[in-house]
């Protein structure tokens, strides 16, 4: 293995000095696991490794909320690249973002100052078919910030200083991968999924030795002729494609299992030369991260043709159905239903719509869809409903152990599905798209849905369609945003706005967190080009 340090890393100090850097502890595996014991930090994207994204917090609560002030702002240097959609992670008072297109900053938590930045040096020529040039977030593990880079690099940065441990090319960007995914850190490996499922590359998953970077395995999610699952492709599977990995999955330690979504077959507006289910795309699939064997998967939308990418944030919890103790796993899926599955076995428990849905009478007992005639794109357009945003799309949703309640932004939105053509060669991903149908007849919302059965429980309606993620907290809050640049917070019993900032800026499509340093508890949103902390006006400055 080649390792690269590369020319841009640097390390710039603002107002902190390098002792106060030092001071933080590494982040250990018993850290990682139990993440709810230290509500003060986020240590990993989705908050623990249930991606239930609720914090513990309780200092901004239902009673005090709208008394929630702006304490500082953050702007990136690069502007107008693409909408930030970084999930912060925080730990001993040091805030770790990314910023469009791979760049990666330390902040000081409570005033916003930079510590250091680092940036790759991208190609000039780079592929991103179908990718926001764009970054979810890193991991941390040890003193060491893991990234995933658009050019499709697997980073290791000292994080103390921003310089490169290590640096190892994951694919080729040439062939069409990329990364923008947050990577998931357990017991010494970093799981890394790939973006790229739009053209002619199959998506997997692999995993990475924390301290070296060598690979330590790799799963594909399309199977090659003769494996298990080509018999779903059809009698020709050449030149297929697709089953992109690009969300962040979630990890149950005590099955010892991951459990991580799966994007659109390509090409994803036409199935002609595709005949079958295409497995494994649209699908949750369940992987032992000591040999990144797959255990068992559940395809959500079998023979995709409307881009509904499942690779939403899959929520892990467990409860009681029937008097009988069960490890569960729900998922709001861009193709319209909430889904219920044991996490053990993979098996269906339950599944409803929580949108407008058009293209299935129902699912069956397996949690299949019941398909509807007359749904497939055509050349002069198919309205369908949800469109091929979707239901809900990249946006994380949460859970609420408090309320028992699972709250995801959704789209009300259908599009007229245009049928693309059959395969063709890279970087051409056969065309094809949507065509939406007229805002006034959209509309997005705030839904709290009882997380055993899906039911919707209430509703705060949005003016438009958006792809936010929502934060709940023990302080009885729901945290979101709108399309239009407004933060607010929601009670997570009622959904009755209690709190709202007008941030000016559209492109909410970050993760909010929230943390807790020096004794002060604040609540992290971005909006167009700035990353924004609110705390409570006793929080802001030094006391």
């Not at 953050?74 to 805030?95: D, F, K, L, R, W």
């Not at 849905?449 to 729901?478: I, Q």
């Not at 709202?500 to 020096?518: D, I, K, L, M």
Request: charged share 15%; net charge negative.
């Amino acid at each position: 293995m080649k390792i690269v340090c590369y020319a841009l890393a640097i390390a710039i100090f603002c107002s902190l000095t390098p002792a106060r850097v030092q001071a933080q502890p590494a982040v250990t595996d018993q850290d990682l696991l139990n993440a709810d014991a230290t509500p003060q930090d986020w240590l990993m994207y989705g908050g623990n490794y249930q991606s239930q994204r609720y914090s513990r917090l309780t200092q901004i609560n239902r009673d005090n909320v709208e008394n929630l002030r702006a304490a500082w702002i953050y702007q990136p240097n690069q502007v107008g690249e693409a909408p930030i959609e970084a999930s912060a992670v925080v730990t001993g008072g040091i805030m770790y973002i990314t910023e469009p297109p791979s760049t990666v900053t330390a902040l000081d938590a409570r005033y916003g100052t930079r510590i250091w930045s680092w940036s790759p040096r991208l190609p000039a020529r780079l592929y991103t078919v179908g990718v926001h040039r764009s970054n979810r977030g890193v991991a941390v593990y040890g003193n060491t910030v893991y990234v995933g880079t658009l050019d499709s690099h697997l980073v290791a940065l000292d994080a103390v200083t921003g310089a490169v441990k290590w640096d190892v090319q994951v694919e080729s960007n040439e062939r069409g991968y990329a990364m923008t995914g947050a990577p998931r850190v357990l017991d010494g490996k970093v799981i890394m999924g790939v973006s790229g499922g739009d053209i002619f590359d199959r998506g997997f998953l692999a995993a990475y030795d924390a301290d070296t970077g060598q690979q330590l395995w790799r799963v594909y999610t399309i199977p090659l002729p003769g494996e298990p699952g080509s018999e779903t492709w059809g009698p020709d599977m050449k030149d297929v494609g697709g089953g992109g990995t690009w969300g962040t999955g979630s990890y149950d330690p005590e099955l010892n299992l991951i459990y991580w979504g799966t994007g659109n077959p390509n090409p994803f507006y036409n199935g002609k030369e595709r005949p079958g289910a295409n497995l494994y795309t649209n699908s949750l699939i369940a992987v032992d991260p000591n040999t990144g064997t797959m255990q068992w998967y559940f395809q959500f939308t079998p023979h995709d043709t409307h881009d509904w990418d499942a690779i939403q944030a899959p929520v892990l919890f467990d409860a009681s159905i029937a008097g009988q103790p069960r490890k569960l796993v729900a998922v709001a899926n861009r193709n319209g239903f909430y889904y219920v599955l044991d996490r053990v076995t993979g098996k269906f428990i339950t599944g409803r719509p929580f949108v407008k849905q058009t293209w299935a009478r129902g699912l069956d007992a397996d949690g299949q869809p019941i398909m509807l005639p007359d749904t497939e794109p055509t050349p002069e357009g198919n309205l369908i409903y949800p469109d091929s945003h979707g239901g809900t799309n990249l946006n994380s949703p949460s859970y609420s152990p408090q309320t028992n309640l699972f709250y995801v932004s959704a789209r009300e939105s259908g599009a007229y599905i245009i049928e693309g053509r059959p395969r063709t060669k890279f970087p051409d991903f056969g065309g094809g798209g949507r065509i939406n149908i007229s805002r006034d007849e959209s509309y997005g919302a705030v839904r709290a849905l009882d997380v055993l059965t899906g039911e919707m429980k209430w509703e705060y309606r949005l003016l438009a369609p958006a792809e936010v993620s929502t934060l709940a907290t023990a302080g009885g809050l729901v945290f979101s945003a709108s399309n239009e640049g407004d933060f607010f917070a929601l009670d997570a019993e009622s959904g009755k706005l209690l709190w709202t900032f007008s941030a000016g800026g559209n492109n909410c499509e970050a993760n909010p967190v929230t943390y807790e340093t020096g004794g002060k508890q604040f609540v992290l949103f971005t909006a167009g080009n700035a990353f924004v902390a609110f705390g409570l006006p006793s929080n802001m400055g030094p006391e």
